[in-house]
DNA sequence: AATATTATGTGATATTATTCACTTAATTAA
DNA sequence: TTAATTAAGTGAATAATATCACATAATATT
């Protein structure tokens, strides 16, 4: 098998969530220069990263998006659900809870962790919340594979460390510090201000990107 | 002028967000390798993005930490500030106005957009909430040079052609949706499921990445 | 003061990603 | 039924990016 490119593991998602919105607007087909056209990318592109996986398509008439969508889905692993525990229910927190997007795509908050006596045992939007000393009950009880970091900045390594001795291995981070994780662990950092800062950038030296 | 790699001005403010840890902690001076170590890169790869800039470092010593910072800045024009308008006040809206990030990189909030009556013409977190009406005269009125889309997503393309009718031209997308903009607009979309997929496929496939 | 060491800066090289140019299969029209 | 057309699929070429290997300069050591 030849190896898949990081770059084209990264446009999966972004297929998918085109092909949710095409699905959405009633397209049953679309044609790789459609899907490219929509998503500022080259059409060969399209094809070539789809072509890694498998032929999808039908030559004369285009990709079945419902199909593809589904291929995409499941190479990408969000047919099952992917349970997922908020760590810091503050103001970002709680705004994630709210996020309509996870469950969309497979995705389910099963549980809350936070350190604040006031959330502690409480519900919040239909979810429990717990101390982060019952995370690793919790965390195998439930089944949880995915770690949502979005406690200060100041306390990032150390609930890391906690999200780590729960043996969770996929950890996205929403705080600004770069933590140090093991080798066998995957985790992807989410940071806006990077991408003001582009702007910022962009904005001033008057050259354009995507 | 040697054309700059955008792979290279993307980690630009990456280095910039590891300096002001350091400088937090009271470094003076860094190493080319440790900072690389720090964010998983190569140390050459540093090196080099920072070359295409200048030479910032002293041979045997390294580079001084608030120096190279304030050279960073200077280059991603966060030196002065930069005035961002938040369009939608919904979840997601309110935690990004408490979020302190953007200050902290020279990054101010100028005035809030919303069409909820309830929102309009009240203040929220200490900024004034405008109709959308209003923002042709209140971006100008501001000056205003980002916008922040956070309004729902059947609303994204609407409410994205009354910022490109302000005149903006740098735009943070958290919609879902991808949104059409013309060629000479710069638009950066955050999206988290992107990663969230991204961290459910690595976990599948045992694989590993950054 | 001379020599060894260390870390930056950079041209050359290797790797990775994108696009081109073409082949193939399916469909439509003649 | 045959020819023309269209769009997927793909090896090869090109472009972009990352790394290597080393020259250079600054500091430390003898
Ligand atoms: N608000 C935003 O829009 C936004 C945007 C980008 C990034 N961030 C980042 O996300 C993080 C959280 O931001 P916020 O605005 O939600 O902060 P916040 O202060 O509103 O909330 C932090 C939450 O974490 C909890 N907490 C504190 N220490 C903890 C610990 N040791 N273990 C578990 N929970 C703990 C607090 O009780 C609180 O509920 C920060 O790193 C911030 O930089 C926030
Ligand atoms: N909540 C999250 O953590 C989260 C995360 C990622 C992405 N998003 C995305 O961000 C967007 C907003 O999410 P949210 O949770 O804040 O939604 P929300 O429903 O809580 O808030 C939407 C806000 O936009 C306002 N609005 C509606 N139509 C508008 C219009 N035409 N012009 C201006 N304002 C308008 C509403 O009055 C409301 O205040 C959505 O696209 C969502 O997918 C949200």
Chains 1, 2 share one sequence.
Do not use: W
């Not at 593809?68 to 349970?83: P, Y």
């Not at 525990?85 to 994630?96: E, M, V």
């Not at 200060?152 to 981070?173: R, Y």
């Not at 582009?198 to 030296?205: N, P």
Request: hydrophobic share 40%.
């Amino acid at each position: 098998m030849p190896k898949i490119p990081d770059a084209t593991i990264k446009r999966l998602s972004l297929y998918c969530k085109e092909l949710r919105v095409l699905s959405n607007e009633g397209m049953e087909v679309v044609l790789s220069k459609d899907l490219a056209n929509r998503l500022d990318l080259n059409p060969t592109q399209v094809r070539k990263d789809l072509s890694y996986f498998g032929k999808f398509g039908r030559r004369k008439r285009g990709y079945d998006v419902s199909e593809l969508l589904a291929n995409l889905s499941e190479i990408l692993g969000i047919t099952t659900d992917n349970k997922i525990g908020i760590f810091g229910l503050g103001n970002l927190g709680r705004a994630l809870l709210n996020f309509k997007g996870f469950s969309v795509r497979g995705f389910y908050v099963a549980a809350l962790f936070d350190v604040d006596p006031a959330k502690i045992g409480s519900t919040l939007f239909g979810k429990q919340c717990y101390a982060l000393s019952d995370a690793q009950e919790i965390v195998k009880k439930e089944g949880i594979k995915i770690a949502v970091l979005a406690v200060p900045d100041g306390a990032a390594q150390d609930v890391m460390d906690v999200i780590l001795g729960c043996g969770i291995k996929s950890i996205l981070n929403f705080t600004q510090r770069h933590v140090v994780v093991p080798e066998d662990v995957m985790i992807r950092s989410v940071d806006f201000t990077d991408k003001l800062e582009l702007l910022a950038y962009f904005s001033r030296s008057k050259s354009n990107g995507r």
